[in-house]
């Protein structure tokens, strides 16, 4: 059974552009996570998306945005790059809500 | 606000050293706590979840426990490959995970 998959696993863009990451979750599984990982930082809740709808965010500007299609994948979108955005965004789905979630290997964005 | 911490920071083994490392979390309702493991450069791999006080759960060298606080995940005569990082988080129903700042774990040959 394929596993969480994530693309592009590196992407390089420059400061003020924009950067879309896509998350393809488990077949079967309705719910997507985004987390973002910085270097040396523990795992910061972005977005979870769940049947189509956003469900929760956390605490990060409007300038991270996403959806979910009707095939349940995921799209995250960073408008106006800045440096600091540089990070590893990684994507985990789940069968719902509240049951463990499985992570793919993550996207490496790297703001120049 | 939900807070999940975890000690320590980093911990160094030498080959075949049990130890146990800790994750303790204060939250507003608990539905599960998820402990995970994470290779450099890698997505989180899932390894157990626990529900209730109590509860246990093993896999090969590693054994899972939960208290109405706490979480410790014991590491049984480890490897060289069981050096990570291990993270926990807790499901605050529904909300998001919450996930702790992880334990680096180190063991040496």
């Known amino acids: 059974e394929a596993g969480v998959t994530q693309s592009p696993t590196h992407l390089i863009k420059t400061r003020g552009q924009q950067a879309t990451l896509r998350c393809s979750p488990i077949s079967g599984h309705t719910s997507v996570y985004w987390y973002q990982q910085a270097l040396g930082l523990g795992l910061q809740f972005l977005l979870w998306?769940?049947?189509?709808?956003?469900?929760n965010r956390g605490n990060f500007p409007p300038r991270f945005s996403g959806r979910q299609f009707p095939n349940y994948s995921s799209e995250l979108n960073v408008n106006a790059l800045e440096l600091e955005d540089s990070a590893l965004y990684l994507c985990?789905?789940?069968?719902?809500?509240?049951?463990?979630?499985?992570f793919g290997q993550g996207t490496r964005l790297t703001v120049v | 606000e939900d807070q999940v911490t975890q000690s320590p920071e980093a911990l160094r083994l030498q080959e075949g050293e049990s130890s146990s490392l800790n994750c303790s979390y204060t939250?507003?309702?608990?539905?599960?706590l998820f402990w995970y493991r994470q290779d450099p450069g890698k997505g989180p791999e899932f390894l157990f979840t626990?529900?209730?006080a109590g509860e246990e759960k093993e896999k090969e060298r590693l054994k899972a426990t939960l208290t109405k606080k706490e979480s410790f995940l014991h590491i049984t005569a480890p490897k060289p490959e069981d050096s990570a990082t291990y993270l926990c988080?807790?499901?605050?129903?529904?909300?998001?995970?919450?996930f702790g700042p992880g334990t680096r774990l180190s063991v040496l040959p």
């Open positions: 939250v507003s309702g608990l539905r599960g």
């Open positions: 626990l529900y209730s």
């Open positions: 998306y769940d049947e189509g709808e956003e469900r």
């Open positions: 985990a789905s789940s069968e719902g809500f509240n049951t463990e979630a499985f």
């Open positions: 988080a807790v499901d605050n129903y529904g909300q998001n995970f919450v």
